[in-house]
Nanobody, 111 residues
């Protein structure tokens, strides 16, 4: 079971940037693929980005070119650098994998 704690969310103007962090424990982090998902109330949770054990990344089309996912195996952490934020990026952002997910951090982008 992974224990994940997200941080770094907040309120930002459209066009701004935020960097989310996710600290993990309870797993052999270095061999685990990790992902960021997001959810708007009343809607299904959607995939945002993932990074596998080798550092290879994958992104949802809606964030390609604006978001960058990375990992630091020494710190058991992953990050999501979000640039050129848009109002429709507003959501609760979660990190985790098939072994579990964190409680999320709110990102609000105002126009």
């Amino acid at each position: 079971q992974v224990h994940a704690v997200e941080s770094g969310g907040g309120l930002v103007l459209a066009g701004g940037s935020l960097r989310l962090s996710c600290a993990t424990s309870g797993i052999d982090f270095s061999i685990m693929p990790m992902a960021w998902n997001r959810q708007v109330p009343g809607k299904q949770r959607e995939f945002v980005a993932s990074v596998d054990r080798s550092g290879s990344t994958n992104y949802a089309d809606s964030v390609k070119g604006r978001f960058t996912v990375s990992r630091d195996n020494a710190k058991n952490a992953i990050y999501l650098q979000m640039n050129d934020l848009r109002p429709d990026d507003t959501a609760v952002y979660f990190c985790g994998n098939s072994h579990g997910w964190g409680q999320g951090t709110q990102v609000t982008v105002s126009s």
